[in-house]
């Protein structure tokens, strides 16, 4: 229906989930279920401010160096679907999986991960290099996101330039959601934020970030040496899938999603008001009862022929 053909225009969007139960009395109300993959994504590193790693593949939020991540959904998407008849959000939940963790969140479960509502888009960009291997690394051509700017205009030369300014992210400074975060944490799991607030007032972007997140990489140093029993090293440091990452592994499962739930009055006249409703499958699953049981009661010993009457007992079954 309409949320699929919205979706075929952008890359990486899967309808992939359509619950399709009629949860309310109100005939054409249906409840909807559509997963969104990230269009853009890229982490903010503290101690090089002026370098893209829009093309990392992974997503990492932590200490050593400072580091935060951006993420962006389609926003055209996300506008079609706020504008279905009767649009009602249920949910939004925004995921990601886990590529790596530090495993030095202290041993209480006291530190969180938050998202926070971006108030302002970015350039992806091409660059990759943190935690990489050498040969690997690349700072990236054209535009693209700093810790500086949402969209230096060359990445490559190692400088602000007159880029926008945006000092790690232009956000609501009050989180939307917070996720804990401890060493249990292990590759393949998923976090999630419910930023179902934001979605709701037209969000389609986020910040993530530490929430005791130190201001100096120096401010690291634990105390000469010495880690307090009980406190350990903490903030810790996480490295998520970016799409890029899921790219790499072959799993688009572990690509950072959102995924919305809402209700919408969907019209019972089966014409899908856009081009290519590649969705509308669920009606054939109540033709096939009928069709099968006819055969029986048609007698072909009274057929004089060999194979055309059995043909035509077929036809006929349905009287
Ligand atoms: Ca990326
Ligand atoms: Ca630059």
Request: hydrophobic letters at 30%; zero cysteines; aromatic letters at 0%.
């Given at each position: 229906m309409f949320i699929a053909s919205v979706v075929g225009g952008a890359a990486f969007v899967l309808p992939s989930v359509r619950s399709l139960s009629t949860t309310s009395a109100e005939a054409g109300i249906v409840t909807d279920t559509v997963t969104l993959e990230a269009t853009a994504d890229a982490p903010l590193r503290a101690d090089w401010k002026n370098t893209n790693e829009g093309a990392n593949p992974r997503l990492r939020v932590g200490m050593r160096p400072r580091t935060r991540?951006?993420?962006q959904f389609d926003d055209a998407t996300l506008d079609g679907i706020r504008s279905l008849p009767s649009f009602e959000l249920?949910?939004?939940t925004l995921i990601l999986t886990v590529e790596t963790n530090h495993h030095d969140w202290g041993q209480?479960?006291?530190?969180?991960v938050d998202a926070h509502r971006l108030l302002i888009p970015f350039v992806e960009g091409n660059g990759a290099q943190l935690g990489l291997p050498r040969d690997e690394q690349h700072p990236g051509t054209g535009i693209g996101a700093t810790w500086h700017s949402p969209a230096d205009p060359n990445v490559s030369d190692k400088k602000k330039g007159k880029a926008e300014k945006w000092n790690g992210g232009r956000f609501v400074s009050s989180p939307t959601a917070r996720a804990v975060h401890d060493n249990g944490l292990d590759r393949g799991d998923e976090v999630t934020w419910d930023v179902t607030a934001d979605v709701a007032a037209g969000a389609s972007a986020w910040a993530l970030k530490l929430h005791s997140e130190r201001r100096k990489d120096e401010d690291d140093d634990e105390h000469e040496g010495h880690v307090p029993v009980g406190f350990q090293r903490g903030p810790g440091t996480i490295e998520y899938y970016?799409?890029?990452?899921a790219d790499?592994?072959?799993d688009p499962l572990v690509t950072p999603r959102l995924v919305v739930t809402f209700k919408s009055d969907v019209p019972e006249t089966s014409g899908p008001p856009q081009?290519?409703?590649?969705t509308t499958a669920p009606p054939q699953t109540t033709e096939p009862p009928t069709s099968a049981p006819p055969q029986t009661t048609?007698?072909?010993?009274t057929s004089p022929g060999?194979?055309?009457p059995g043909e035509g007992g077929g036809d006929s079954g349905n009287l």
């Open positions: 991540a951006v993420i249920e949910s939004a209480r479960d006291d530190h969180t970016a799409r890029e990452g790499l592994v072959g081009t290519g409703g590649g048609a007698p072909p010993t060999g194979g055309v």
